[in-house]
């Protein structure tokens, strides 16, 4: 074997160990990018949560508005509803009944603040 036989031997052996450096090289940059990029599977996880999340939350508030439409309901035609609502709100009583109310807290009184001003 001649020296450029050599050369050449040695060429192929890098160059095979080259390219298979650059393909676990590459291999690493797309499983880093699956994992922890700006739509990889750390991120879909977070969504995920919080699409959850807000279904619990929609789901809520759904249940609240059917139950406040079914107030609005009962205001607009059922005599009952409206007269306890009077009585709730403002208190309202019929002749002869005696209205008990809880007495509220009072009022914390502010903190005293210096006029001197300089």
Same mark, same amino acid.
């Given at each position: 074997?001649?020296? /450029?036989?050599?050369?050449?031997?040695? =060429?192929?052996?890098?160059?095979?160990? !080259? @390219? &298979?450096? @650059?393909? %676990?090289?590459? +291999?690493?940059? &797309?499983?880093?990018?699956?994992?922890? !990029?700006?739509? !990889?599977?750390?991120? =879909?996880?977070?969504?995920?949560?919080?699409?959850?999340?807000?279904? !619990?939350?929609?789901?809520?508030?759904? *249940?609240?508005?059917?139950?406040? *439409?079914?107030?609005?309901?009962?205001?607009? +035609?059922?005599?009952? @509803? &409206?007269?306890?609502?009077?009585?709730? *709100?403002?208190? =309202? +009583?019929?002749?002869?009944? %005696? /209205?008990?109310?809880?007495?509220?807290?009072?009022?914390?009184?502010?903190?005293?603040?210096? @006029?001197?001003?300089?």
């Amino acid at each position: 074997m001649n020296f /450029v036989e050599e050369c050449r031997e040695v =060429y192929e052996q890098w160059k095979r160990k !080259g @390219a &298979i450096l @650059a393909t %676990v090289l590459l +291999t690493c940059v &797309i499983f880093y990018h699956v994992v922890f !990029g700006a739509n !990889g599977w750390v991120v =879909y996880q977070k969504k995920k949560a919080e699409y959850l999340q807000l279904q !619990g939350q929609m789901e809520k508030l759904s *249940q609240e508005n059917d139950a406040l *439409q079914k107030d609005v309901k009962a205001l607009k +035609t059922d005599k009952s @509803a &409206i007269e306890r609502e009077a009585r709730e *709100q403002l208190h =309202y +009583t019929r002749p002869g009944e %005696v /209205v008990y109310m809880e007495p509220t807290k009072p009022a914390s009184t502010p903190a005293v603040v210096s @006029a001197d001003k300089r």
